[in-house]
């Protein structure tokens, strides 16, 4: 079997063209369309990231994190004593 990509590439051209002209001759539709899909996505997404992560329960941390200013001198000290 044998494929002809000449007459491929002739055909999709073809097509391309009248779907692209299609869309020339009603291209306030086509912008009046692409507007209200993205403001479908924007919405969506705007709920996605905003309402929904409120509403979900944000779990607190098991163990508290707590700050030692010992270990942290004693850090630097060895710090110091590597630099030198």
């Not at 097509?15 to 001759?25: A, E, I, M, R």
């Not at 369309?33 to 905003?50: E, M, P, S």
């Not at 001198?73 to 590597?82: P, T």
Request: hydrophobic share 50%; net charge positive; proline share 2%.
């Amino acid at each position: 079997m044998k494929l002809d990509f000449l007459k491929i590439l002739r055909a999709l051209g073809s097509w391309s063209q009248k779907f692209l002209w299609f869309l020339g001759l009603r291209a306030f539709y086509v912008i009046l369309i692409l507007i209200f899909i993205d403001l479908i996505l924007g919405i969506a997404v705007f709920y996605k990231y905003i309402f929904w992560a409120e509403n979900q329960k944000s779990n607190p941390p098991e163990k508290i994190i707590k700050f030692d200013e010992k270990t942290y001198q004693k850090v630097l000290k060895q710090l110091k004593s590597k630099n030198q």
